[in-house]
């Protein structure tokens, strides 16, 4: 894959996810202070599990885009270090196929699926 393609596509996955966090963030404060209202005007204590299982939930989506963001920042480094396109495992050729489909890819099918099966 073309470097200047693969960066275009790359720097517009990364916007979206740090965009998509941010916006996490921003929900997580908000929702944060309608509970304590809630619980303030209730004058009671309400059920507290529903609150914690959406914490934990966004806590385990909030990994997950923070590590997306992790190999699209390693995917932009390779590009700059002229090794992008390379398996991080083997140095061999990523096919274009595979970057097109995830352009942060670091492994070939055949190594990501061999580190699937451990």
Same mark, same amino acid.
Do not use: C, F
């Given at each position: 894959?073309?470097? =200047? ?5 790359? &720097? !517009? #996955?990364?916007? *979206?996810?740090? +965009?998509?966090? /941010?916006?996490?963030?921003?929900? =997580? ?5 309608? &509970? !304590? #209202?809630?619980? *303030?005007?209730? +004058?009671?204590? /309400? ?12 806590? !385990? ?8 963001? /992790? ?48």
């Amino acid at each position: 894959m073309d470097t =200047n393609r693969a960066q275009e596509l790359l &720097e !517009a #996955q990364r916007a *979206e996810v740090v +965009g998509t966090l /941010e916006s996490m963030g921003k929900e =997580n404060a908000d929702d944060r202070d309608a &509970e !304590a #209202q809630s619980v *303030e005007d209730a +004058g009671d204590i /309400e059920d507290r599990s529903q609150p914690l299982e959406q914490e934990d939930e966004d806590a !385990a989506i909030t990994d997950q885009l923070n590590d997306r963001l /992790e190999g699209i920042d390693r995917a932009l480094q390779r590009i700059k270090d002229g090794t992008y396109g390379l398996s991080v495992k083997s140095g061999k050729p990523i096919p274009d196929e595979r970057l097109e489909a995830d352009p942060a890819a670091e492994l070939t099918i055949e190594e990501a699926r061999a580190a699937e099966r451990r």
